[in-house]
T-cell receptor, first 112, second 112 residues
Framework: NAGVTQTPKFRVLKTGQSMTLLCAQD?????MYWYRQDPGMGLRLIHYSVGEGTTAKGEVPDGYNVSRLKKQNFLLGLESAAPSQTSVYFC???????????FGPGTRLTVT | KNQVEQSPQSLIILEGKNCTLQ??????????LRWYKQDTGRGPVSLTI?????NTKSNGRYTATLDADTKQSSLHITASQLSDSASYICVVSARSFQKLVFGTGTRLLVSP
């Protein structure tokens, strides 16, 4: 039981490049989330999903897209990376509203 | 504005000593309050979740308290260990499901 896993762990992009971050969970959770964590700020919700095939915008969705084609996977895409997207990205999952969220180990992304 | 403020920002204590971390919030309508532990380079891990009706909740050497009237919470760590060195994040959930408001955390260093 691996819980929530994220790939890659680290990535460096040049401005304008694209990439996809993959999140996978093996707990059969319906809800999945993508957050970013920046120095001096609390985690902020980018996008979330309440089930396979559904996605919704969070607090800071601009510049990101997501897809939830399979229940266990939640992908975060950056179409044209910007230096402002340099951050640590965390994926999380939960079994329902108000339930505990389980976080992945994070992806450290640097955009130069 | 929904906010979660934590104090102190950082704290150094000697191994074996106790400490208390504070969290004040203005999130409304309140649903629950969570404390997470985040080791350096890792994702947050849940310590406790408390609802409106719960005043105290313990998880081993960690005890969280909640005063919903004054909108304050504290996390008390007893007999600290070196492994307690981490950031401790207070998170408040509003009744609208996707609204988790994260504090910026208290960085605790336990010194031998």
């Amino acid at each position: 039981n691996a819980g929530v896993t994220q790939t890659p762990k680290f990535r460096v992009l040049k401005t304008g490049q694209s990439m996809t971050l993959l999140c996978a969970q093996d707990m059969n959770h319906e809800y999945m989330y993508w957050y970013r964590q920046d120095p001096g700020m609390g985690l902020r919700l980018i996008h979330y999903s309440v089930g396979e095939g559904t996605t919704a915008k969070g607090e800071v969705p601009d510049g990101y897209n997501v897809s939830r084609l399979k229940k266990q996977n939640f992908l975060l895409g950056l179409e044209s990376a910007a230096p402002s997207q340099t951050s640590v990205y965390f994926c999380a999952s939960s079994s329902g509203t108000g339930r505990e969220q389980y976080f992945g180990p994070g992806t450290r992304l640097t955009v130069t | 504005k929904n906010q979660v403020e934590q104090s102190p920002q950082s704290l150094i204590i000697l191994e074996g000593k106790n400490c208390t971390l504070q969290c004040n919030y203005t999130v409304s309508p309140f649903s629950n309050l969570r404390w997470y532990k985040q080791d350096t380079g890792r994702g947050p891990v849940s310590l406790t979740i408390m609802t409106f009706s719960e005043n105290t909740k313990s998880n081993g050497r960690y005890t969280a308290t909640l005063d919903a009237d004054t909108k304050q919470s504290s996390l008390h760590i007893t007999a600290s260990q070196l492994s307690d060195s981490a950031s401790y994040i207070c998170v408040v959930s509003a009744r609208s499901f996707q609204k988790l408001v994260f504090g910026t955390g208290t960085r605790l260093l336990v010194s031998p």
